[in-house]
């Protein structure tokens, strides 16, 4: 039985690797999407924990500014943070280590989102499929950083859509 897992997920792998770019960003778009409504389906309600509101309810920044951040300049810069630094120091460094790189620098993915420590569970299981992807991305010669980027981007979109516009 392993055996068939393993080679399945060989030949998804292989299949992401070789695949072109609009596709891979497609099925990352896709998966993480997933990932999240499995995450928000096994946590309890964290509707409150809304990383732009204060304890009283007001916004913290204007709702088109939260908008174009969460959207452009997070997804790039958490990218830059917690997928290309950890990606580089595990290549040259720990290089035999992937498991240790991708559920470390998870972690500090998750606890960069410490609205609710809810809100850092729900992160954290993304942030080993974002590791996960990056490397892929880096592997396929592709801008690991702008696919990534563009990946949490429109995760980050729908979560504003639903908070703000829905």
Do not use: W
Request: proline share 5%; glycine share 4%; hydrophobic share 50%.
């Amino acid at each position: 039985m392993r055996m068939v897992i393993n080679k399945k997920a060989q030949q998804a792998v292989l299949y992401l690797k070789n695949t072109n770019v609009i596709v891979f960003i497609l099925i990352g778009f896709i998966c993480m999407f997933l990932v999240g409504r499995l995450m928000m389906a096994v946590l309890p309600p964290f509707a409150g924990d809304h990383p732009n509101m204060n304890p009283d309810g007001s916004e913290r920044i204007s709702k088109e500014l939260y908008t174009f951040i969460a959207i452009f300049i997070s997804p790039f810069i958490e990218t830059l943070i917690f997928q290309t630094l950890p990606h580089k120091l595990y290549r040259k460094y720990y290089p035999n280590k992937y498991f240790v790189y991708l559920f470390v620098s998870a972690l500090f993915f998750g606890v960069a989102h410490r609205y609710s420590i809810y809100y850092m569970i729900a992160a954290y299981v993304p942030g080993i499929f974002l590791l996960f992807y990056y490397d892929i991305a880096y592997q396929r010669k592709e801008n690991a950083v702008i696919v990534l980027s563009i990946i949490h981007g429109l995760i980050n979109t729908l979560a504003v859509l639903s908070a703000y516009y829905l």
